[in-house]
């Protein structure tokens, strides 16, 4: 074909697409981008463990930047934006920018959590690139954890948004988290309603913190155990707390729970326990027997202590 007959078929194709092209651009350019809804699942007690919507997250663990142990169980009753990344990560690089955003916006809100998760070999480097640029994100090292089978770091970024629950509500790859403000905040509100109880009992040595979250359809008891001024907890004799036999609930947590750190010889900082239940019956009475051991005044040699606590607990309908 000659190449002016050529130039004129070309020419003649270009204009017969040109409304379509310039249409698809303003419709592109005019269109903000909208996120999904998000909305809790109503029956976490059955879900599967797992890591894609509709299932129970695995109970992770991880240290924060100070050393601290911690278990993703440790914020049942707060919705959970967990996100796994690494500095090293491309598309992570790129969607930071926007989740420290989102981080700056709801931060002060005490009903969510930001947790980001990189590997042990990368936490370093991670925080080290993330602090240079001045993001403030909370950062957390990945530890083993026998039921977590299914969490992979090799598929990153990873962001899971979580119920008060625990249940996965969203599990995606990168998001331009600008956008996601109005439907977290939504989420807050319409995710299960709970009530939050603060109780203190004295008992050797330590102090127990008990917050009660009653929430449907389970709810909890966040036990943390606060060493008196002198005192270290014993790790090696662990902490067993036992629920007595009661009408009132049923234990969704498999007694007697039972936390042992067997590669150290004491509990860094406050050592916490949660456990789950769900209400039989409008209000009763539930007493815990707690076992543990301590150190006091430098001494090498801890020895056994119990206590036992009495709480009161509603259902919540």
């Known amino acids: 074909m000659p190449r002016n007959k050529r130039s004129f078929v070309y020419t003649n194709i270009a204009i017969l697409f040109l409304p379509f092209l310039v249409s698809g651009l303003i ?85 969510i959590v930001f947790l980001f998760l990189t590997t042990r070999k990368d936490f370093d480097e991670s925080k080290r690139w993330a602090r240079s640029l001045g993001y403030s994100v909370p950062l957390y090292m990945s530890t083993p954890s026998g039921d977590r089978p299914m969490v992979r770091f090799a598929n990153i970024p990873r962001t899971l948004i979580l119920d008060r629950n625990g249940v996965v509500i969203m599990s995606t790859g990168t998001e331009p988290w600008n956008y996601w403000l109005e439907r977290i905040q939504d989420l807050i509100k319409t995710s299960a309603i709970t009530t939050r109880r603060h109780l203190s009992f004295p ?17 909890s008891l966040r036990l943390a155990f606060v060493p008196e001024k002198g005192v270290k907890l014993s ?70 202590a119990k206590a036992r606590i009495e709480l009161p607990i509603h259902k919540h309908d």
């Not at 100070?66 to 707060?78: A, D, T």
């Not at 008992?203 to 709810?219: L, T």
């Not at 007697?256 to 050592?271: A, K, Q, S």
């Open 27 to 111: 419709l592109l350019t005019s269109c903000a981008y909208t996120p999904p809804p998000l909305r809790p699942f109503p029956t976490p007690e059955t879900a599967p463990i797992g890591i894609e919507a509709g299932m129970r997250c695995p109970n992770l663990v991880f240290q924060d930047e100070q050393g601290q142990r911690k278990e993703l169980q440790e914020y049942r009753g707060k919705i959970a934006f967990l996100n796994f990344w690494a500095s090293w990560c491309i598309p992570c690089q790129r969607e930071m920018p926007s989740i420290q955003n989102l981080y700056d916006d709801l931060k002060t809100d005490e009903e």
């Open 235 to 304: 790790a090696k004799r662990g902490i067993v707390v036992t629920p007595s036999e009661s009408s009132s609930v049923r234990w969704v947590t498999q007694t007697p729970y039972i936390r042992i750190e067997e590669d150290m010889d004491y509990f860094p900082g406050t050592p916490v326990l949660t456990l789950f239940f769900v209400s039989s019956v409008n209000s009763g009475m539930v007493d815990l027997k707690i076992e543990y051991g301590y150190c006091k005044d430098n001494s090498e040699e801890c020895v056994p």
């Open 203 to 219: 008992a050797d040595g330590v102090r127990v913190d008990v917050e009660v979250i009653e929430g449907k359809p389970n709810s």
